[in-house]
Structures are given as structure tokens and as C-alpha cells.
């Protein structure tokens, strides 16, 4: 199992990023996948998660309405597009395979960091 | 401020035993599973106690978990140098439809 994030970088603030993952080594279609990120120096965030087919989609408030997270099962690929960009979403962000509901976030990538910044 | 409540830090020496606590509330930690996730200095976490109480192939069984209504514990036995990282509780919030994740504790082993 490998997942591997791209797309991070130097963005001003107000501006928009789009965080791809890329997944292999399993059937990407079959498991739910998340963003989680992290501000430097600081602990874990829980930002979004999308089921398999795209029908539950789920945001934390601190992003509901700036982003929007979608997958592409037939490239085996995860996004999170990141509108309106403040300070307090400069952080790594990770993608992770799994479900709260039972297994947890058992494989993260290893994560790609997103600066705000005039 | 973290939905769920860890204490920033615990201490203990080599071959001791800890315990991290959890605290949360009846809609995230009393409605559903738990997970603990380990980070070590500079890497990304990883899922070290998954559905509460089961650990990964992978997990030495020195880490062990539990829950009691609205709160959750990591336990760790023979500790190890190795085992210095931080350490995050994690559950789904049932009224916010939304992963919670604890703030986080740093184990140091003296």
C-alpha cells in the first residue's frame, strides 16, 4: 500500500490549491479515503473524508464551504481543492485510506505541506 | 481547543509502564470506536490501536487499549526508547459528523 501526496506549496493568502494523492498497491475504489493535516508544530486535524463511490462526503467547519474533496477511482487518485486559503491552513496535509467507522486510518501518505503567505 | 482531551505530556523510564488518557464526550468517545495513532519526530502518524481495543500486525502487544463511557485509555508496558514519539486519540463525532482527534501527547522515556 502506497499513497503519495503532491501539489503542495507557496500560495498567497485568498488564493486557491488543489492536494492530489496518488494510491496503489490495493483497489483504490474500495476504501473510504481522507485529509487529515497537521500545522507545524501542532497536532493532528481531521479535514474531510469521501466513501468509495462519492455519495457520503464529509467536511470539518473549520473548511466547509472553502474546500472540496473528490476521487477518481479510475486513476486510483484523491483531491482536495482549497479555496479562499488563509493562514490557519498553512500545514502538511496528509491522505489516508480508511474509516472511522471500523479499522481506523490504517495507511497515510506521507504528506504535503501547504503554506499560506504573503 | 481539541474536542478530545489528552494530557500534552507523560514521562516514564525505560521497562515502566504509562497510560494516556483520552477524554471525550457521549457523542464521539461513548458512541464509537477509538483509535490511537503514533507519530514519531518527523514522520507521518500511524494507526497503532484500531475499534478501541485490536492492534494492527504490527503493533507489539507491550500496547494495549480501552474505553469506559466517555473515556479512553493507551497503555504501554516495557517501554522503550524507541517508544518517545506523540501520541493521538481519535474517533468520529456522531452530533458534528466529523473525525475528532485528540491534542496529542509527547512520551518522553527518561
Known amino acids: 500500500v502506497q499513497l503519495v501526496e503532491s501539489g503542495g506549496g507557496l500560495v498567497k493568502p485568498g488564493g486557491s490549491l488543489r492536494v492530489s494523492c496518488a494510491g496503489s498497491?490495493?483497489?483504490?475504489?474500495?476504501?473510504?479515503m481522507n485529509w487529515v493535516r497537521q500545522a507545524p508544530g501542532k497536532g493532528l486535524e481531521w479535514v474531510s473524508s469521501i466513501s468509495t463511490s462519492s455519495t457520503n462526503i464529509h467536511y470539518a467547519d473549520s473548511v466547509k464551504g472553502r474546500f472540496t474533496i473528490s476521487r477518481d477511482n479510475a486513476k486510483n487518485s484523491l483531491f482536495l481543492q482549497m479555496n479562499s486559503l488563509g493562514d490557519e491552513d498553512t500545514a502538511v496535509y496528509y491522505c489516508?485510506?480508511?474509516?472511522w467507522g471500523g479499522g481506523g486510518l490504517n495507511y497515510w501518505g506521507q504528506g504535503t505541506l501547504v503554506t499560506v503567505s504573503s | 481547543q481539541s474536542v478530545l482531551t489528552q494530557p500534552p505530556s507523560v514521562s516514564a523510564a525505560p521497562g515502566q509502564k504509562v497510560t494516556i488518557s483520552c477524554s471525550g464526550s457521549s457523542s464521539n468517545i461513548g458512541d464509537n470506536y477509538v483509535f490511537w495513532y503514533q507519530q514519531l519526530p518527523g514522520t507521518a502518524p500511524k494507526l497503532l490501536i484500531y475499534d478501541t481495543d485490536r492492534r494492527p500486525s504490527g503493533t507489539p502487544d507491550r500496547f494495549s487499549g480501552s474505553k469506559s463511557g466517555t473515556s479512553a485509555t493507551l497503555g504501554i508496558t516495557g517501554l522503550q526508547t524507541g517508544d518517545e514519539a506523540d501520541y493521538y486519540c481519535?474517533?468520529?463525532?456522531?452530533?458534528?459528523?466529523?473525525?475528532?482527534f485528540g491534542g496529542g501527547t509527547k512520551l518522553t522515556v527518561l
Open positions: 498497491g490495493f483497489t483504490f475504489s474500495g476504501y473510504t
Open positions: 481519535g474517533t468520529w463525532d456522531s452530533s458534528l459528523s466529523a473525525g475528532v
Open positions: 489516508a485510506r480508511g474509516t
